[in-house]
């Protein structure tokens, strides 16, 4: 159940007729009171001789009674509350109750409080009702309505449990404001995709991914299209900043600026130069170069290697690190969005979009750390886009695969710290990670696959017994597995070029849970190659032979996160 308190208004009867009307969006279906402040409240929806000039008389009665002088200019209160689609169907007498418990949980009308503000609550949908209150008390005060969406938001979660509906996870205040009402009808009488927020707090945080500087910030956002508004100091310091599509405009033809904290908490210019502050290797402290060492395959590559190493520190490091790594995944995930190829783009953007809730939890990260992770988010957008071809898309999908596996750690960490909505936050990224290196993988997949269709049956049989020896319970399920090919070759290749299979098979089986996988061969792929430093793109290798894997072979280091912590994969 989601409650949802809207901007204050000015005008009652504005409101009443939005109710009572047929709406703007949705059909509003047989508007009628549920519960009132006073039982004899008269019903416009109901009553043929009530009108809403009747029921904003009787609501605005203790407004009207104050000097003018004295009356708030916006006096209008409005809180909308919301079940799930998956929810029973209430009934009015079940609105009502909860109408009541939400106007005294969040002080608009306390239980046994006979001066309390007045309230109506119309229901015009099978899913929701409108709550509207006028913000002068009987006895001509004011309610105490600190931190009232807090409360409200804790007072659904006992009617969730009261009623038996969906649970929502509870938040911890460290969300984005979301847009408002108006923003998001605004979106859709102009045709955008998304409110101007969305799309606003979306391009800064592709803009501040791997940005070294305040100024490389500021160019980044001129560049993607932005209207920038500085906030300077008479010393001459720069103070903050605002942001604003160009085509975003106000009723006076003016843009709507916003500014960067009212965007999101983490997009305030004290936060991000936290994160110039803590630098990245091997650029100093001058402004970096807009130049990339590599190009999107080596940057893809890096990137694996990264979010692999992050891992070990979602799993073992201090809370302040492990803040700072998943603030850093989110960086990756918006640069990889940035720069991929058009059939993995709409996932990696809604991945990025998704995960940015998790990105922010009250532990404070500890920038410094999340170094590498924020090198590999710069090299992706200095490297450019990805084709999706050849090594270049077999890269990406080894990105997207650790990537992957990055994100769920902290969807685990989440969980495991009770940061519910994070938790929720990241799965739903890892599930459209998941979609996106489906995307990615199947062309680079399907080459393995027929390399090891090619395969000597001794040479495959020796794999097998690798695979038998590092992982029995799970050796028989992966032999059967259609990807088993891939993965021959793949620990085949390794032999070629050096590294012992089973050493490489031990230490990448113990980074995750194998058990819960779709294709444990899949999940095996990728890791690999990337530990033998083999080419993503299977087409740049040799065909293994009989006797190829000769020679002498240097051992892969175990990894020391043997643990059998179940993990989601795919």
Known sequence: ?????????????????????????????????????????????????????????????????????????????????????????????????????????????????????????????????????????????????????????TECRRIEADYGLRRVPLGDGTAAKPPTRAERHKAEREGREQPAREELRETVRRAVAGAMSEEEFFDRLAAAGLLIRKRVAPSGDLLGYKVALPDNRNGEKEPVFYAGSTLSPDLSLPRIRKRFAAGIPNQGTDAPSVQAPSGPATARRRTATAAWQAMLVIDHGEDAQVAAHIAAAGEVLDALAKTSAAHTRAELREAAFAFERATRSHIKAEHGHDRALRQAARDLVYSGPALGRGDDGATTAMAIDMAFFLITAAAHWHAKKNHAQQAAAARQAAEHLRAAYQAAADIPLGVLYQRGQRLPQPLRQKQAAHLRQTVPELAE??????????????????????????????????????????????????????????????????????????????????????????????
């Open 1 to 153: 159940m989601i409650p949802s308190i809207h901007d204050r208004g000015s005008k009652t009867v504005g409101l009443i007729r939005y109710l009572y009307g047929p709406g703007t969006k949705e059909e509003h279906i047989d508007p009628h009171l549920v519960a009132a402040f006073d039982p004899l409240t008269p019903d416009p929806g109901r009553d043929p001789n009530a009108t809403y000039e009747h029921l904003q008389r009787l609501l605005d009665q203790p407004v009207n009674a104050l000097p003018a002088s004295k009356r708030p200019e916006k006096h209008v209160w409005h809180l909308s509350v919301r079940a799930a689609p998956e929810d029973p169907i209430l009934s009015d007498e079940d609105w009502a109750a909860i109408a009541r418990r939400m106007v005294a949980a969040t002080g608009i009308a306390p239980d046994g409080d006979e001066q309390a503000c007045r309230w109506a609550a119309v229901r015009h949908a099978d899913d929701h009702i409108h709550i509207i209150a006028t913000l002068v008390r009987d006895d001509g005060c004011r309610p105490r309505l600190h931190n009232e969406a807090r409360r409200a938001q």
């Open 477 to 570: 399920q992966i032999l059967a597995e259609a990807g088993w090919h891939a993965l021959a070759v793949t620990l085949a290749d390794a032999e070629t070029t050096g590294p012992d299979p089973a050493a490489l098979l031990a230490e990448a089986a113990g980074r995750q849970e194998l058990g819960t996988a779709d294709s444990i061969s899949d999940v095996l792929v990728w890791p690999l190659r990337r530990m033998a430093d083999l080419p993503a793109d299977a087409t740049a290798m040799p065909e293994p032979t009989t006797t190829a894997a000769t020679g002498n072979r240097r051992a892969a280091r175990p990894s020391p996160n043997r643990d059998n912590r179940p993990r989601k994969t795919r």
